[in-house]
Structures are given as C-alpha cells and as structure tokens.
C-alpha cells in the first residue's frame, strides 16, 4: 500500500513538475488576451504633420460651444478643462504682448491658444502645447513642448522646442534654437547659425542667407568633358567598380555608379545619374549630380547641387551654396549626424537621426 | 574504421549545427544590443519614380478585392503607380472583380488575364513583367493588406543605385482564428523582427521573400530573370541578385499584413513547397556563392546558411542516427558516450535558439503576453520538421527528380481575426 502511494505521489509530483510551468500557457491560450495582431500603424505613414495634425484635431473635438474657429473669429476669452483633464486658455489679442503670469513665474501650466498676432517675452516655458492663429513671435530662450502656428512663426534667438513645431506659412528660427523632434513649414523656413534640429520639412529650406549666398556657378570654367569609368556592367546604365573611385576635376560620368571603395569627384564634375560608395565620399566645389547620392560617410563642397535623396549612414558635411533638391523636385537629405553651414538651400525634408547642426562640428 | 567514420560524421553534424545554433544566438543579440541598419526608412520626400505592382493572383475571389482596395487608397502619387493585378487561370470569380474594378478606375488597374501558359507565380511574373516599362515593379500576394504608406516605403531604397531588391516585413492579421494562427504569427515575429534585420544590420544577405517587396526590373532581366522551374522563386531570385552583385534591402518598419494559414494541412504543404524550393536553391547556388570573389566571407557563409536552412532537419535526423549507431559499435569508449550527450545537447539547447528569436522579436515588438504560447511551439516546430524532413529525404533519393512542379496554392479564408 505504502508502494502503491509513494509510487502516485511520485507520479504525481512528476507531473507537477511538468504541466505548472504549463499552466500560463493553458490559461492564455483559454482566455486569448493576446490573439490579436500586431498593431501597425497605418495612419502615421511617417508624415512629418501627424503631430500637428492631432494636435489640431484634439483643439477641434474640445471646442464644441463655441467651437475653436468662433472664439478665435470673435476674440473671446476663455479658460477651462479638455475632457482629458488638460488644463487650457484662449488668449484674445488685445496687446500685441503676451504678459508672464508673475514676473518670477516663467512656467505657464496651461495649453495656449492665441487667437490674434502675438509676441511673447523672452524666457517663458509652455509646458503644454501652443496653438497660434496668426503671427506668433516668441522671444529669446522661449521653451515650449509644441507649437502649432497657422501664420508666420518666428523663434528668436536660443528658443527650445522639445516636441514638435508646425507653421502653415513660414517659420524662421534664429540663431542657437534647439528644434528637437519635428519641424515643419508649408511654405519655407529659415534657419540661423547654431541651430540644432532632428527633423526639419519644407518646400525651401533657407540655412540662413542662402539667397544672398554666391549662386553655384558650373559652366564656370572648363566644360566637363565625358570620362570612360573602368566599371562591370551590372544592368542597363548601371556600373559597379570594385575599387575606389577617383574622378579628376571636370569629368562629366553618365550613368549609376556602385563603388565598393571610396569616391573623389574633383572640381565642376557633372554625374548624370546616381552614384553610390560604400565607404566615403567627398564631392568636390561646383560639382552637379542629377540623380541620388549614397554612401556611408560623405562631404559636400560649396556650390555643389544634388537633385536626387542624399543618404549617409553615418555622417554628412554639407558647405555653404549647395542647393539640394529643386522646387520641381524636392528631396531627401538624411544621415545620422548632419552639419550644414549657413548658406545652403534645401527642397524637401533634411533628417539628422540624431543630430543635426547648422555649422560647427559634429558632437556626438 | 566504421567505428572512426561514425564519430566523424557525428562530429560534422555537431559543428554545423552549432555554428547554426550560435548564429541564431548572435542575430538576436545584434537585434537586442547592436546598432541598427534603416538607412532608406527617412526618404519621405522625393521625386518618386513610376511603379508598378503586380498581384500574381489564382484563384483569389475571397481576398482580392480587399486588396485593391488598399492599394487604391495609399499615398503614392496616383499618376505614377499602375496596378496591375493578374488574373492567372482563376476558375472562381477572381477575373471578374478585376474587371469590375478596372472599369471602375480605368487609368489605375490594368489587368492582366492569363487564360494558358505554364502554371505557378513565376511564370505568371515573368509573362507579367514583359508587359510593363516601369523600373520598380512591386509584388504582392492577393491576401496582402499595405498601409497607406508602404508603397513609398518600399520605392525609397531604389533610390540607391546597388539595390536590387527590397523586402517588407510581413505581420499576420488574422492571428486570433486558431492556435495555429497563434503560433505562426510567433514564427513570423521571430523571422522578421530578428532574423530578417539581424542580417540587414549585419550587412549579410536579407531575403526577398516574393511579395510585400519590390525588384528592379533591369537588375532581374540582368540575372537572367524569373526562373520558372523552382518552387521558391524568391529565394532563387534573391540569390542570383546577390551573386550579380545587386543588394537586397530588408526594411523591418514596412510592414503588411498577411493571412497565414489556418489549418495544419495547408501549413504543411505551405512549408513544404517552401522546403523544396529552397533545397533547390541550395544545389544550384551554394557553390557559386562560395567562389564568389565580390561578397564578403560573412555573407558567404550567411548565404549557404540561409540556403541549407531546410536541410538541418535531415542533418540532425542522421545526427541521431549516427550517434545511436556510435553508441551501440562504440559504447565502452568515451567517444560513444559523447557522441549522445553532444547531439542530446545540441536537442536541448542548440534547437531551440529559434525560440531565443521569437521572445526577443515579441519583446521588440512590446507584445510580451504572446511569449506565453512559446512552449507550444514545440509542436509547430515538431510538424514543420516531420513535414521539412520528409521533402528533403525524397529530394536527396530521387535528385534527378526534375518532372515539372506542382504549386500548391495556399487556401485563403478572408476572415479577419476572430
């Protein structure tokens, strides 16, 4: 008897010990709390506005009575709850000059809507989002979570934006601002020395005084004159070259290149096509490429123009008068780390994953 | 002698599946802790290209309009993208609501009736890219669900002159319908989260795998193009690609729901033909990829890796054996004995690497509840072995076996998750 029960408590524990570890598995697979599928989002699509966009939609859905469009055409003051608990205020445009709440006080504790053209003092902090219906100016060392402008914004010097900034007309943040997140302007932006952004969008992205820049000028001098690149034939009009490449000023290559080395393209060359190396390259002054350039480290001397996406998988240089992009074909210019000098003029999207920089040097 | 021969083979087959395990191990490190490779993800803007897409579809009444739906509402500019959906020798009413959507918009959908010719995607793909001039042509199966941006996704890295080819990841929707669903969706986490990007980071060799992704149409012309006699023409493509030197670009944040299977015997033949394309692939490519002088040795050894995936079933089966055979000839000696601890081993540790994938893919993917379900992976991994096991053993004794191939095609439910 004493056999037959140590034999079942044996038995027993040995079962135990197998199906416990079982037992979650066997409750989730009754319960099904996590037979769903992964969530994508398919609404996002990376657009640099989706912020915004929410932001916008979130004011629109909380402004019932009177909705936001009427307190703003009728310049009514209000302050109040959204149903989500954010505190808020709508802020009427009697003065051109929005007032701290004490002058010791810089943080405001309450999402702002302006409903006229403003100008904010110098040092405040919204904590919460900014939603601007004209003009907004706001001044030096300016801190805010979020910004949505539905005229012109202007962010003078050494303003900080933590989250993301939109403007439906034109943004221009001045020298030593910190733009992180995302920074987007419908019609064109323009940025100082020192500036410090992620991800900026534009139809014209102005690094400073680009238009008072020299313009690229490559018919000066020589003509390029077609070179015949030792390459294999990988299809069509693309070659591969097993080996660095190094073009002497004034070349002028038709077709796409894949280099597995490095690439050099000298002075006022012209590259009808694409090119990519695999390591690094630099891109000589006045130089022209009419399609996309890739590569892993890369440098772009003045007065250089790129009509095609400029991606660099580590860092990216880019000197004064290059024009990325054109207004027929704007583009994309990305790399981990960017550093563009003031006077350079971009069409598109320029995103520094993890920093970017107008002038200086590269800190990582 | 026989006796040394023996300990010989058991040592091959330890090594080789070890260097498998530990390279299951090191993608999922690399996934977890190394630095991640999306150079192509952050093209937004720029002056996008002609595309076309192409939906080989046979017999996809159930499927296919949901589809084209989809695919009529992504946010890739209307005039330069063609759909071009083909009607290959469907018997159900697959043709008919091509054309009822063509008709509906005219200058979008341009179908493609394909009433004879030989059967299979392959060759509805090559017949299908003979009527089409664009550069980037994207594939998709009919039970594909994109999202409004993954069209522009997927172009983007054609913008970089080397890439041949771009693979998206693919994400089950219809998860919640069984506990197969359940653990394929796993499966599928695991592949592409973690295998797929470990070898997109590690610079290797990414696999197409023939729908959700994109080709250059003058790359595989140059390749000699759509290879109608292999079951997995995404693995044969992918891999003359590679050897012509083109790169294959996996992009992990592109993502588009599928329909997985639903029932074990259309996941069996699923994985079989999978199996079998892919053996194929092993015999025609492995060598060429070894003396290929202009990929890296990583890459190399990746490659054959990746191709002889379907043939580790059948090497661990003659592992068993072989150590079985070692013990009973060789039992008194030491070599016997560690002949069945190393492969007992290998079983306990080394085969379940695989499952190291998937917990750091749900982990990625911040669905830690689904890790759950992970023990009862053991059977999906026993059936797909059992299924793996029975194609390869008939292809190594019958390899002149070269009669034309059968495509089974998946059965397609519609059903969205339960």
């Not at chain 2, 001039?133 to 994109?146: H, K, Q, R, S, T």
């Not at chain 2, 394309?277 to 092993?282: P, S, Y």
Request: aromatic share 10%; net charge neutral.
């Amino acid at each position: 008897m004493n056999e037959l029960l140590a034999s079942t408590f044996l038995f027993g524990i040995a079962i135990l010990c197998f199906g416990l570890p079982l037992v979650p598995t066997i409750v989730e697979l009754g319960k099904r709390g996590a037979a769903r599928p992964l969530s994508v989002d398919r609404t996002n699509e990376g657009e640099i506005r989706h912020f915004a966009n929410t932001f916008k939609t979130l004011l629109e859905s909380n402004f019932r009575n009177p909705t936001l469009r009427e307190c703003i055409d009728h310049g009514i003051d209000l302050k109040g709850t959204f149903d989500d608990g954010t505190p808020y205020r709508v802020i009427r445009s009697t003065t051109s000059m929005f007032a701290a709440p004490t002058p010791d006080y810089r943080s405001i504790p309450e999402l702002i809507i302006f409903s006229g053209s403003i100008a904010v003092p110098a040092g405040l902090e919204f904590v919460h989002g900014v939603y601007s219906a004209e003009d907004i100016d706001c001044g030096k060392k300016t801190l805010v979570r979020s910004l949505y402008g539905a005229g012109n914004v202007r962010l003078r010097e050494g303003a900080v934006v933590l989250r993301w900034i939109h403007v439906d007309n034109e943004l221009v943040a001045g020298a030593g601002c910190q733009l992180y997140g995302r920074a987007s302007a419908e019609a064109s932006m323009r940025i100082g020395p020192g500036v410090e952004f992620e991800r900026l969008y534009a139809p014209r992205i102005v690094f400073e005084n680009a238009e008072t820049a020299a313009p690229a000028n490559v018919s000066a001098g020589t003509p390029p004159r077609l070179v015949n690149v030792n390459g294999t034939r990988m299809a069509g009009h693309c070659y591969a070259i097993y080996g660095d490449l190094d073009l002497p000023p004034n070349s002028l290559i038709q077709g796409d290149f894949v280099v597995k080395g490095a690439v050099t393209i000298g002075r006022n060359s012209r590259v009808e096509g694409s090119i990519k190396s695999q390591k690094r390259m630099w891109i000589q002054r006045g130089t022209t490429i009419k399609g996309s350039v890739i590569s892993s480290e890369l440098e772009i001397e003045s007065d250089c123009r790129i009509r095609g996406p400029v991606v660099a998988s580590s860092e990216m240089i880019i000197h004064s008068g290059c024009r990325l992009g054109d207004e027929m074909h704007p583009t994309s210019v990305t790399a981990p780390y960017i550093i563009v000098d003031p006077g350079v003029l971009a069409f598109g999207s320029v995103w520094a994953r993890e920093r970017g920089r107008v002038g200086g040097l590269i800190a990582r | 002698m026989i006796a040394l021969v023996i300990r010989c083979g058991v040592s091959v087959v330890l090594v080789v599946a070890t260097l498998y395990a530990l390279r299951h191990y090191w993608f999922t490190l690399n996934r977890l802790f190394g630095s991640q490779l999306h150079p192509y993800v952050d093209i937004d803007t720029a002056d996008w290209p002609n595309v076309t897409v192409l939906i080989p579809a046979h017999n996809e009444e159930v499927v296919i309009a949901q589809l084209l739906n989809a695919l009529l509402k992504v946010n890739y500019p209307v005039d330069r993208l063609l759909i071009l959906p083909i009607n290959d020798r469907s018997e159900d009413r697959t043709g008919e609501i091509i054309n009822d959507f063509a008709r509906r918009f005219p200058n979008r959908i341009r179908p493609f009736h394909r009433q004879s010719g030989e059967g299979g995607k392959a060759a509805a793909l090559r017949d299908a890219m003979e009527l089409i001039d664009d550069e980037i042509v994207l594939v998709f199966d009919a039970d594909y669900i994109p999202g409004r941006g993954l069209i522009k996704q997927l172009v983007a890295p054609f913008f970089d002159p080397g890439v041949g080819a771009v693979m998206g990841r693919v994400v089950p929707w219809n998860v919640g319908r069984n506990c197969l669903t359940r653990l394929l969706d796993l499966e599928r986490a695991g592949g592409y989260q973690v295998d797929q990007q470990a070898r997109m980071n590690m610079r290797l060799v990414p696999q197409f795998g023939g729908t959700a992704g994109g080709l250059r149409k003058s790359a595989v012309a140059a390749v000699g193009g759509w290879n109608t006699s292999t079951l997995t023409e995404d693995t044969d493509v992918t891999f003359r690609l590679v050897l012509a030197g083109w790169e294959v670009v996996y992009q992990n944040r592109s993502e588009c729901y599928e329909e997985v299977p639903e029932n074990w015997y259309s996941r069996i033949r699923q994985i079989q033909r999978w199996a079998t394309g892919h053996n194929q692939a092993l015999a025609r490519y492995s060598f060429p990829l070894m003396k290929h002088k202009n990929s890296s040795f990583a890459q190399r050894i990746d490659g054959l890796f990746l191709l002889a995936v379907y043939a580790m079933p059948v090497l661990i089966l003659a592992g068993w054996l072989l150590a079985l055979l070692s013990f009973y000839i060789d039992g008194e000696s030491l070599s016997g004995i560690l002949s069945m601890l190393g492969i007992s081993a290998y079983t306990s540790v080394g085969n379940f690497a695989p499952f190291f994938e998937i917990a750091a893919a749900m982990h990625l993917d911040r669905t830690r509840r689904k890790i759950l379900l992970m023990p009862l992976n053991i059977f999906g991994f026993l059936v797909s072995l059992m299924a793996v096991t029975q194609v390869t053993v008939s292809q190594i004794l019958f390899p002149f076996w070269r009669g034309s191939f059968i495509w089974h095609k998946t059965e397609r439910s519609g059903n969205r998750a339960a």
